[in-house]
């Protein structure tokens, strides 16, 4: 092809057309970018995004959130601190994050308590706390904790053999209440024997499975309570009520004998006698909760038709193609037309109503081992105590699928490794880039 003058001129003429429009659509890029914001999070358990649960709270927050972080802004740990609190600030914007340098005010320092580089002290209204793990379960549960405006009291009742929130044995309820504290709940016994009452500053009472029989004077006093608008969390196992049969006529609800048999169970390895929780009532304490459940041998728990003064919403249907079993728990064990119960079985009532202005609620759940130390971590046991008593205590703003835990952990590099990368990548790889490149250029222009 012969370039003349006025050929020159139109490729002269095109590259600058091409130049012009690259440049303004690099900075039609640049705006695009600017407005509207997307990232995707490939890690293997999503570490650097947010689980539903904790975005769910910080909507819930109003308030900002302040956050001091206790190290120098450019140090390692500063920028750990801020790359952790990145995800939370896109989810919530009035997350505010500072910093302190402990070598440039160590006064402040010492005032603030801290006892090491990197601590976090987080404000929320008039309540702060101190964070010394940056992972987003606890972060999250400190949120909780401040979200509420004090403590809240969870008491069980003791002295009958039954479960205890701090107690260690695999049919206790002990890694529940430690979970209780870390979000903000207080627990502790109550023997009926000795307290002339429950105490009035109890937000929930939990009753949990008792093996010998209340006195008269103890059912007396628990009844004492609910009528005056104390919130119950009752677990009821299969077996006698040891005394507490005053208690379901007062709710106004039907506890059938027998076990549920629930032949889903084997799909996921455990026995018949394990209920699957799947299929849940319109209740707040279900909201975005789409998670399996499993009830250890329940029975079944339903709500009488008339007036009780209560008003009920079942909870939890199980076994819809299982039954009530009556007769003895064995190998031989089939459903019994004349005598058991077909499925679907309800095994939880919620019970509401107002008394002297005041919202009371009672949840009546057939089965106490799915909160216990040994099925606490079976599918969405946990998260469905959590929703309880939160609900229970008044605090269903804060009900939320529970925040996970981290699975994979982070890459640790030492200065060496990290000198190895920069100099690979940014000088040793271009340069073997240029030189092959030059080659090319040196061979091809040969005759």
Partial sequence: MELNRKTRIQLSVHHWLFVVLLVLLAGLLGAVTR???????????????????????????????????????????????????????????????????????????????????????????????????????????????????????????????????????????????????????????????????????????????????????????????????GNLLWLVDTGPLHGLQPLVEQLGIALTPGTVIDPQAQQMNAAATFAVGAAYGRHPLFQNFNLLTLFPFAREVVALDGDHGWTATPLIQVAARGWLETGKLDNSMAFNKGRDKPGPINIAVALERTVESKDQRVVVIGNSNFLANQYLGNAGNLDLGINLINWLAGDENLIAIQPRATKDAQIELTQNKKLLLVVGFLLALPLAFLVAGSLVWWRRRKP
């Fill in 35 to 229: 407005t509207y914001h997307k990232s995707w999070d490939i890690t293997l358990n999503g570490r650097n995004s947010l689980s539903p649960g904790s975005v769910a709270l910080l909507a819930k927050l109003k308030e900002p959130v302040y956050v001091t972080a206790y190290t120098a802004a450019s140090s390692d740990i500063g920028k750990a601190a801020l790359d952790f609190l990145t995800p939370y600030q896109r989810a919530k914007a009035n997350i505010k994050l500072s910093f302190v340098d402990p070598t440039e005010q160590p006064g402040l320092t010492r005032q603030a308590g801290i006892q090491r580089e990197g601590e976090l002290i987080v404000q929320y209204g008039k309540r702060s706390e101190h964070l010394a793990t940056y992972n987003e379960s606890a972060f999250t549960n400190l949120l909780m904790r401040l979200a509420r405006d004090k403590d809240r009291l969870v008491m069980y009742l003791d002295g009958h053999g039954e479960r205890k929130l701090d107690g260690q044995a695999n049919l206790d309820l002990g890694d529940f209440g430690v979970q209780l504290a870390s979000r903000g709940f207080r627990s502790a016994p109550l023997n009926l024997t000795l307290a002339q009452e429950v105490p009035r500053n109890a937000s929930v009472l939990v009753i949990a499975g008792p093996r010998v029989d209340l006195l008269p004077a103890e059912v007396e006093k628990l009844k004492q309570f609910v009528q005056g608008g």
